[in-house]
């Protein structure tokens, strides 16, 4: 069975970077985290240690998804879907997810493919951590959506105490694998 944790907060509360501290402290991960880069969201292939374009400005030739007033690269969405596959395939004993909201809640975005990955998730023997970053306003819409009932829910603040990590909201300093995709 899946241990699934939620992790929430208010946008810009320090969630991703949060994130970043736990990928640097645990060995076996897979998933993405989308950081900010100069001010648009930069995407992270954790298993892989790459980073991907994701949010562009309007001027973009590529094919993107709209997200209030923000464009994202729709290959972004594919690759993400990919990522999540490789992280059951290769078993992962911890995958993330930064972040579902609205746009998969109206399935797109990560969608078919985080439903897919809900499903195959289940169907595992082996022991898997997953773990979501929410806003705190969808917490109980993603929760009945993907019937996520027994996720643990987790403000930034506990989930740094859970898990020994230093408080971003505390020390900004990054390690320089972060430090040009800082959020």
Not at 81 to 87: K, P, T
Not at 128 to 145: F, P
Request: proline residues 4%; aromatic residues 10%; charged residues 25%.
């Amino acid at each position: 069975m899946p241990d699934i944790t939620i992790i929430t907060g208010p946008v810009s509360s320090g969630k991703t970077t949060l994130l970043k501290r736990f990928v640097e402290k645990t060995p076996d991960c897979a998933g993405f985290l989308c950081p900010d880069k100069e001010g648009r969201r930069g995407l992270y292939a954790i298993a892989r240690d790459t980073w991907y374009p994701f949010e562009v400005g309007e001027d973009s030739f590529q094919k993107t998804n709209q997200v209030g007033r923000f464009l994202f690269l729709s290959d972004s969405f594919a690759l993400m879907q990919r990522l999540l596959e490789e992280g059951l395939e290769t078993g992962a004993e911890t995958i993330l997810v930064d972040e579902v909201g609205w746009i998969e809640l109206q399935g797109k975005g990560l969608e078919p493919g985080l439903s897919a990955f809900f499903s195959e998730l289940k169907r595992k023997s082996n022991p898997i951590t997953v773990i979501l970053v929410v806003r705190e306003q969808l917490v109980e819409k993603v929760i009945a959506h993907y019937g996520l009932h027994d996720a643990t829910i987790l403000t930034r603040e506990s989930f740094a105490l859970k898990y020994a990590l230093e408080d971003p909201a505390n020390n900004k300093k990054s390690n320089a694998k972060w430090s040009s995709h800082a959020e």
